[in-house]
């Protein structure tokens, strides 16, 4: 089993949306480093729900990878904002996942406590530049993080 962080901006599609799909497509990535991390998922794999762009961005809750990567449908549509004329059903460019609601946290974790955690240094989010909307999390990050959850 692999750890992961996804980032998602909460007006688009956030925890509280995935909360009440149940399930859902994590589509729409169209960065090539993210989506060879999406293509290495598989079932099983944990997540972190983290809300980007936003107040007070943060990791919101956890999820579960229930599909592993397979090609994003949205490349595929002329009419979608993430449809991709390179894209073809033989050859296609983008990947998603499906991903299961497991949990939202009473409160944010807030990126300004994730910075301050020492075990968390070498987590790619908090590095200068990083943008990307999806990054593996060590076990050790990830208990680290947990450690952190805020409780109701």
């Known amino acids: 089993m692999a750890y992961w962080l996804m980032k998602s901006e909460p007006q688009g599609f956030g925890i509280d949306h995935l909360q009440q799909r149940g399930v859902a497509l994590w589509?729409?990535?169209?960065?090539?480093?993210?989506?060879?991390?999406?293509?290495?998922?598989?079932?099983?794999?944990?997540?972190l729900f983290y809300h980007s762009n936003c107040k007070v961005p943060g990791i919101v809750g956890l999820m579960t990878i229930v599909k592993g990567g397979y090609a994003?449908?949205?490349?595929?549509?002329?009419?979608?904002?993430y449809y991709d004329?390179?894209?073809?059903?033989d050859k296609p460019r983008w990947t998603g996942v499906d991903v299961e609601f497991v949990e939202k946290w009473p409160e944010i974790l807030p990126l300004s406590t994730l910075r301050e955690m020492p075990e968390l240094e070498d987590l790619p989010l908090?590095?200068?530049?990083?943008?990307?909307?999806l990054m593996p999390v060590t076990p050790a990050q990830w208990q680290a993080i947990l450690l952190h959850k805020p409780s109701a």
């Not at 589509?27 to 997540?47: C, E």
């Not at 004329?85 to 059903?89: C, D, E, N, R």
């Not at 590095?127 to 990307?132: A, M, N």
């Open 27 to 47: 589509d729409g990535v169209r960065n090539y480093q993210a989506r060879n991390f999406l293509r290495q998922m598989q079932a099983g794999d944990q997540a």
């Open 85 to 89: 004329p390179k894209s073809t059903l």
């Open 126 to 133: 908090l590095k200068t530049g990083s943008r990307l909307s």
């Open 72 to 81: 994003d449908p949205t490349q595929f549509n002329p009419e979608h904002r």
